[in-house]
T-cell receptor, first 116, second 115 residues
Framework: AQTVTQSQPEMSVQEAETVTLSCTYD???????LFWYKQPPSRQMILVIR??????QNATENRFSVNFQKAAKSFSLKISDSQLGDAAMYFC?????????????FGTGTRLKVLA | EAQVTQNPRYLITVTGKKLTVTCSQN?????MSWYRQDPGLGLRQIYY???????DKGDVPEGYKVSRKEKRNFPLILESPSPNQTSLYFC??????????????FGEGSRLTVL
C-alpha cells in the first residue's frame, strides 16, 4: 500500500531560524510527484513546493527547499529565515503518475509554530 | 480569477437528511477530487474524477456519492449523513496539461456537522 508518513505532529522554530519538516513515503511506483502544502489558520490549502520523482535536482521556491532522497523515499521540507507568516499546518502529499495525476495520498500533517 | 468554489462553507444538519456540497472550477481542469480532513488523520481522498462521466473511489468512499456531468462541476452527495461524516471537506482540481502538472487547486473548504 502507498503511504505517506509525517512523524512530527508539531514543530517550533524561532523567527529567522531554519527548520526542517520530515516526510517519508512508501511506493513501488517509479514515476510520481511529491508536494508540500501549507494550511494557515484560514484553512485554505496552498502549494508550497512540488517535486517530480524523475528529477534528481531538489526543488526550491524562495525560502523553501526540499531534500528529495528517492532511494530512501524521503522528502523533507526546509524553511529558511522563518517568518511569523510561516506558522501553519504543513502536509506532505504523494501522487503516482500512472495515467494521470488524480490519485493523492496525504500525510497526517505537521503543525509549525514560529516564535517571535 | 482562477478558482475552485465550493458551497456551503458551513453546514449543520441532522442524521439521515440528504445533502449536497457543490464544487465548481473555472480552469478547465480535467481532474477533480474530494477530500475530508480530520484531526490526526490529515486529508483523505473520498472520490476523484478523471473527466466527464468518469469517476472512481478514493480511500474513504463509504457513505458518499459523486457525479461529473459537466467538466466544471463535481458535487459531493451524502445520501444519509451520519455523525461520523462530521468533518472538513475540500474539493480540488488539477491538470496534467501545463507546467504546474499535478498541483491541486483547492476550494476554501466546507465545514459539515452532522447531529
Amino acid at each position: 500500500a502507498q503511504t505517506v508518513t509525517q512523524s512530527q505532529p508539531e514543530m517550533s522554530v524561532q523567527e529567522a531560524e531554519t527548520v526542517t519538516l520530515s516526510c517519508t513515503y512508501d511506493t513501488s511506483e517509479s514515476d510520481y510527484y511529491l508536494f508540500w502544502y501549507k494550511q494557515p489558520p484560514s484553512r485554505q490549502m496552498i502549494l508550497v513546493i512540488r517535486q517530480e520523482a524523475y528529477k534528481q535536482q531538489n526543488a526550491t521556491e524562495n525560502r523553501f527547499s526540499v531534500n528529495f532522497q528517492k532511494a530512501a523515499k524521503s522528502f523533507s521540507l526546509k524553511i529558511s529565515d522563518s517568518q511569523l507568516g510561516d506558522a501553519a499546518m504543513y502536509f506532505c502529499a504523494y501522487s503516482p503518475y500512472t495515467s494521470g495525476t488524480y490519485k493523492y495520498i496525504f500525510g497526517t500533517g505537521t503543525r509549525l509554530k514560529v516564535l517571535a | 480569477e482562477a478558482q475552485v468554489t465550493q458551497n456551503p462553507r458551513y453546514l449543520i444538519t441532522v442524521t439521515g437528511k440528504k445533502l449536497t456540497v457543490t464544487c465548481s472550477q473555472n480552469m478547465n481542469h480535467e481532474y477533480m477530487s474530494w477530500y475530508r480532513q480530520d484531526p490526526g488523520l490529515g486529508l483523505r481522498q473520498i472520490y476523484y474524477s478523471m473527466n466527464v462521466e468518469v469517476t472512481d473511489k478514493g480511500d474513504v468512499p463509504e457513505g458518499y456519492k459523486v457525479s461529473r456531468k459537466e467538466k466544471r462541476n463535481f458535487p459531493l452527495i451524502l445520501e444519509s449523513p451520519s455523525p461520523n461524516q462530521t468533518s472538513l471537506y475540500f474539493c480540488a482540481s488539477s491538470s496534467d496539461r501545463d507546467r504546474r502538472r499535478g498541483e491541486l487547486f483547492f476550494g476554501e473548504g466546507s465545514r459539515l456537522t452532522v447531529l
